[in-house]
Nanobody
Framework: VQLVESGGGLVQAGGSLRLSCTASGFSFDDYNLGWFRQAPGKEREGVSCIMLSDGSTYYKDSVEGRFTISRDIATNTLTLQMNGLEPGDTAVYYC????????????????WGQGTQVTVSS
């Protein structure tokens, strides 16, 4: 199982970035998928997850309405569209996967990408 993120970078506040995560070694339609982030000195937190069972989505309160998660099962790609970025969104962003539905918490996820840095300047 391998997950590879891309799309991070430096952006000014109010700008947008689109993160992508490409998976190999497993099929997306068997796994819960999520985006997590970790800022320096802080615990890793769930940003957005998409459920295996019904495709329903979860968003952390602070990103609701600004971020959109989506998955393409045909290409095994998970995407996070991030609009209206704020300095508080600065972190390393990780995609993750696990078999079966679970809360959007990092302790529940088994497979992780290497992370991509997102930096938002004020």
């Amino acid at each position: 199982v391998q997950l590879v993120e891309s799309g991070g970078g430096l952006v000014q506040a109010g700008g947008s970035l689109r993160l992508s995560c490409t998976a190999s070694g497993f099929s997306f339609d068997d796994y819960n998928l999520g985006w997590f982030r970790q800022a320096p000195g802080k615990e890793r937190e769930g940003v957005s997850c998409i459920m295996l069972s019904d495709g329903s989505t979860y968003y952390k309160d602070s990103v609701e309405g600004r971020f959109t998660i989506s998955r393409d099962i045909a290409t095994n790609t998970l995407t996070l569209q991030m609009n209206g970025l704020e300095p508080g969104d600065t972190a390393v962003y990780y995609c993750a996967a696990r078999r079966g539905d679970a809360p959007c918490g990092h302790n529940f996820y088994d497979y992780w990408g290497q992370g991509t840095q997102v930096t938002v300047s004020s």
